[in-house]
């Protein structure tokens, strides 16, 4: 665990759900690297998100043979995010990047990263994916869509396109360790902590093996996840539709008093009137929605819930 002081030592903080296939072809593409650049330390700190095939099997035969693999091993599925603060944490290295396990993520670029933090100003060097090649149209779509409004909505930046694949000297890690919040956003907490970032683009690449952990659905949720915790813009959002109605009513009022009084009162228009009143009730459901999606969000930072519980590890604490 200790690091040898002339050296650098990056950390590589694996989340693994379900990665049986591409974890051979991960260590391999790893253990090629470092052959050929032996002026780093590498670490690999696997974290098995309670994983329901061979992963942790796999991962615990990586370690027997090599000493430069630890792994984490969740109780149940947590998540990326939970996975990824969980690598952070057990990290030791002074440079520290999380990787996807499927080698979406080229290494390669891990000695670029690491030549720009060692001779230019920046403290993490992030990769964005130019293109979004191999992905579903629709999902791509909505990405972008997405972006563009948490973009308007928040203060916090979130770069399209950009990936939690990012070399960070030591410093940043500890801040985003700070942030202990329970639901997690990274890249929104990536953006918050600052620091100087330099993007590196690259074309979209495929995952070498197995299948996406991500369904729409779950993207989805992720978004909302997002907003919630970057913005507060839909609630000004609804307060202010709130207001707007009902100036609009006001004058529907004013226009209908005086109607009455100039031509009498004919009962009709109780179709329109039950249409208004369908619009409006729809409206205050959704402005509740929003604030009880807030709401939850608080419920359930105050219960301060651990952000993972460990079951087993290689990794002896200090
Ligand atoms: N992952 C995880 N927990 C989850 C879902 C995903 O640790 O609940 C890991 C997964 O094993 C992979 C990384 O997060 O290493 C990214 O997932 P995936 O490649 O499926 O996402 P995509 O690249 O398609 O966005
Ligand atoms: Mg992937």
Known sequence: MERNKNKDKISLVVPCYNEE????????????????????????????????????????????????????????????????????????????????ADLQDPPELLKEMYKILTEEDYDSVGVRR????????????????FYKIINKMSSTEMVDGARDYRLMKRKMV?????????????????????FKTKWLEYENVERVAGETKWSFWKLFKYAIEGIVAFTTTPLVISSFIGILLCFVSFIFIILIIIRTLV?????????????????????????????GEYLSKTYLETKKRPIYIMRETNINKK
């Open 130 to 145: 130019v293109t979004r090649k191999g992905e579903p149209v629709i999902r791509s779509f909505f990405a972008r869509m």
């Open 174 to 194: 500890d801040a985003i360790l700070s942030l202990k919040e329970y639901n997690r956003y990274s890249k929104g907490l990536f953006s918050f902590v600052g």
């Open 263 to 291: 031509f009498g009162d004919p009962v009709s228009g109780w179709p329109s009137l039950a249409c208004i009143i369908i619009f409006i009730g729809g409206l205050e459901l959704f402005c509740i929605g929003i604030i």
């Open 21 to 100: 296939e591409s974890l051979p072809y991960y260590y391999n593409a790893i253990n090629t690297l470092a052959k050929e650049w032996k002026s780093i330390d590498i670490e690999m700190i696997f974290v098995d998100d309670g994983s329901k095939d061979k992963t942790l099997n796999i991962i615990k035969d990586l370690a027997e043979k090599d000493k430069r693999v630890k792994y984490v091993s969740f109780s149940r599925n947590f998540g990326k995010e939970a996975a990824m603060y969980a690598g952070f944490e057990h990290a030791t290295g002074n440079y520290i990047t999380t990787m996807d």
